[in-house]
């Protein structure tokens, strides 16, 4: 095992045990400032096209950026954690972030949000590629699949407010009697006439300043990782991409994403133009109450988690989302407003039963796989291009029947998926206890 890197002096000295909660803490803050920056994009959509006139293919092309940036970063941050540790990939992952989000503030141009979602991207690909493998070592790996679905709660929870600080910014700037609510005046001088919306990169610039800032200033453990969860050389991700379990998970998480965000990416442009609802309150609100329904999905199965095998819950999962993204498609505009919030319910647990399953079933190079997991995110980038293409030949309601693909793949994983460490049930715990 490699030393600590000498660029950590805050670090102590010598190892620390694997199990903490106060890195579990930390990882699980992380998450929550990931989500505000990564899903952003779903409520902005119908501002982004009207504002620089945008083609639905065009404007898809933003979250591509962001998410092919973890097809580029995910498996070379993998290896710069090995050199580097947690605490400095962390902090260059957020400094990129900041980059990324202040260029688009002071310059808000099309091709300049290209760039910027990349760099976001980028920064987030290093982020999600430290803390999956520090959240399995510090929680522990028979809690791994209960501690990704709490992470994917606060995940969701951070998704839903991250909607009505738009909304808050695009109600009042430029508004009779918003200069005087906090904030509204310092981000009128900031942002441009009629692009109100900008606002909000100037929000996540700040904020990616205090993460730094916290991350600076806490005392990081050197967590004491086995040889089988650090990031390997490229021989050895090549290994891996000859299993077949690891391509097969990676499409796991590939389709995923793509389900993930081609429902927050077009859910409010769905509702503009099959229903008519204004993006700015229905819209924006729509999407938030689908990432807050993924929070409250996310409590149900950390409960479910205890008592039911998580590939059971994984298929129960996905079936409701099929049904709710049917009703949301083809039903009337209370059904649709309605229908669409609820996929994220379903979706809740996916992400978590399927890195879990994932990692829980090869017997080594946990961090390498985790790189090659990440690098799956690489669907957010192609669904939902992949939608708005079709959506601009055949209409966005038959551009959205990808969905259907998707999810399907991950209802087989709950089928097929045969993991070497089963998620910890309290029935389990029983059996353990009459074995002994």
Request: charge should be positive; proline fraction near 6%; hydrophobic fraction near 55%.
């Amino acid at each position: 095992m490699n030393d600590p890197s000498p660029s950590t002096p805050s670090a102590p000295s010598a190892p620390v045990s694997r199990r903490s909660l106060g890195i579990v803490a930390l990882v699980m803050l992380t998450f929550f400032v990931i989500s505000l920056l990564t899903n952003i994009v779903g409520p902005l959509v119908p501002d982004i096209i009207k504002s620089f006139d945008l083609s639905l293919t065009l404007v898809a092309l933003l979250p591509f950026a962001f998410f092919i940036a973890y097809g580029v970063m995910s498996i070379p941050s993998g290896m710069l954690l090995e050199r580097w540790r947690e605490k400095p990939v962390m902090i260059g992952a957020f400094a990129l972030a900041f980059a990324g989000a202040l260029l688009f503030a002071t310059l808000p141009r099309y091709p300049t949000a290209i760039v910027s979602l990349f760099l976001i991207g980028a920064g987030m690909a290093a982020l999600q590629v430290a803390i999956n493998p520090l959240l399995r070592a510090s929680g522990g790996e028979e809690h791994y699949a209960f501690n990704s679905v709490l992470a994917q709660l606060v995940f969701g929870g951070a998704s839903f407010l991250s909607p009505f600080i738009y909304s808050y910014f695009v109600r009042n700037i430029g508004r009779p009697g918003g200069e005087g609510k906090p904030l509204i005046g310092l981000a009128s001088r900031l942002v441009p006439a009629g692009l109100p919306w900008v606002s909000v990169y100037w929000v996540f610039a700040a904020l990616v300043v205090v993460m730094i800032a916290v991350l600076a200033f806490v005392r990081f453990p050197v967590v004491v990782r086995s040889e089988d969860e650090r990031a390997g050389a490229w021989a050895v991700h090549r290994a891996l991409f000859k299993d077949r379990t690891v391509i097969l998970f990676f499409l796991g998480i590939f389709a995923y994403v793509g389900t993930e965000q081609g429902i927050a990416n077009w859910l409010s442009q769905f509702l503009v133009t099959y229903h008519g609802y204004d993006p700015q309150t229905v819209g924006a609100a729509k999407v938030a109450a689908f990432w807050g329904l993924m929070t409250i999905g996310g409590l149900h199965g950390l409960f479910l988690l205890k008592f039911v095998d998580s590939r059971r819950i994984l298929v129960g999962f996905t079936g409701t989302a099929i049904l709710f993204l049917t009703l949301g498609l083809f039903g009337p505009a209370k059904v649709a407003a309605l229908a669409f919030p609820l996929v994220g319910f379903s979706a809740a647990v996916m992400w978590p039963i399927i890195f879990s399953l994932a990692l829980n079933s090869v017997a080594s190079h946990h961090g390498s796989f985790s790189g090659i997991l990440c690098t799956g995110v690489i669907g957010g980038a192609l669904v939902p291009l992949l939608i708005g293409r079709l959506g601009d030949a055949f209409g966005l309601r038959q551009g959205l029947f990808v969905l259907y693909l998707t999810l399907g793949y991950i209802l087989s994983i709950g089928l097929w998926a045969r993991p070497l460490i089963a998620n910890k049930t309290v029935k389990l715990r029983k059996a353990a206890k009459e074995a002994s």
